[in-house]
């Protein structure tokens, strides 16, 4: 499994950021930066509930 962030999309919300920190971070620049973005499969549901809870779908998971 991969992180994928449309950065050109992203708002800097911060929702990804608040559920699951060690995978998201929003930068200086106010856009997301993925931390790690091939996260173990275990972490799979956490990691896709915080992709869901972006508000302008810009995170998507692939594999």
Same mark, same amino acid.
């Given at each position: 499994?991969?992180?994928?962030?449309?950065?050109?999309?992203?708002?800097?919300?911060?929702?990804? !950021? &608040?559920?699951?920190? =060690?995978?998201?971070?929003?930068?200086?620049?106010?856009? $997301?930066?993925? *931390?790690?973005? @091939?996260?173990? !499969? &275990?972490?799979?549901? =956490?990691?896709?509930?915080?992709?869901?809870?972006?508000? $302008?779908?810009? *995170?998507?998971? @692939?594999?």
């Amino acid at each position: 499994m991969r992180i994928v962030a449309d950065r050109s999309r992203c708002e800097g919300l911060g929702m990804c !950021e &608040a559920m699951e920190p =060690e995978f998201f971070e929003v930068g200086e620049d106010g856009t $997301v930066v993925v *931390l790690d973005d @091939q996260p173990d !499969e &275990a972490r799979r549901t =956490e990691v896709q509930a915080a992709v869901d809870s972006c508000p $302008v779908a810009a *995170l998507s998971l @692939q594999g």
